[in-house]
């Protein structure tokens, strides 16, 4: 039986990627593209590196979950690991479950200060688990943006475990491969002109041009206020051999371009928060959460609506005067 091995650290980077970009079309006044992975591998092939990274993501997760006294509990993580998954026991707190537990709270924490409809943003790997085992307030909606062949893979195994939103809230899957991703999301209710939470772990990105895609689409599709959590990807970090000593001023002014202001969390800050002790060797994701300082293009729609009609009403009321 062959079996696949788990790395101590998730690090899609490093893997031997056997990949494509496809750029994807996008309708926007802020034009914006974002790059799916598409993989000439067999989904089902141990070899495929977003099905591994995924089962890795999930096995942590599964792991974590038996600990003694867990950061977080994810009952579902442990379906979405196959039986010839090569089991390590970990010994040290992974700084992905860290960061896993970080998201977590953020989310819940700004989710429930949202009056009426939440509008909740999930860019993941396909396996992520937050819209079943989280408990969401009633009136949100969840969006799961990933992998389509990833997330069909995980979603069988959740409907066999019994896996469900709680009740009051609606989840939609938005495939990564999709033509227009903000047609589908809007399709499915999205509203740019109400508030919204996106957070990011283990969506596929291989260069720093593809986040500035990301970046560039939620700058269009996010409220003014809006936020945007997760981890930043490795490659990022060494995104530039000249600016690795100057990574958070980098950092700062690419999202500030788009829009967001930023803080990056340190690992060693949220475990120290935590009285929880953890490996950091080789990992190198950075934590992050931003805040929308521009109008989504639903608001400048909006506010153009609004000064066309204020002007509209003065050349009436001019005429009437005549």
Known sequence: MAFIHVPAIVDCV???MNFHLMPLRCNSKRTFCVSAVNLNNDSTNNNDPLLLSA??????RSQETLRPDPLFVDQYASCLVPQNFHKEKLQD???YCLATKFIDDKLLHTVNLIDGVKQVV???DGMDTRPYRLQWPASTIIFDISPERIFQIAAEKLEGAGAKVPKGSLFYHIPLESSDIKQNLQLRGYNGSRPSIWAMQGF?????ANFEEVLSMLSSLAME???????LPTFLSDAETDIKS????WLNKLFMSNGFRVEMINHKGVSESSKEEFGSAHYSNKLFVAEQLRLSDDQMEAWRRQFQRVEDEGDEEGFEEL
Do not use: Q
Not at 55 to 60: E, K, M, V
Not at 225 to 231: K, T, V
Not at 246 to 249: A, D, E, G, S, Y
């Open 14 to 16: 490093n893997m031997n």
């Open 55 to 60: 089962t890795t993501s999930a096995f942590l």
């Open 93 to 95: 707190l992974n700084p």
């Open 122 to 124: 999930l860019l993941t």
């Open 204 to 208: 596929p990105m291989m260069t720093l």
């Open 225 to 231: 206020g809006s936020f945007f959590l997760g981890e």
């Open 246 to 249: 100057n990574t958070k001023p």
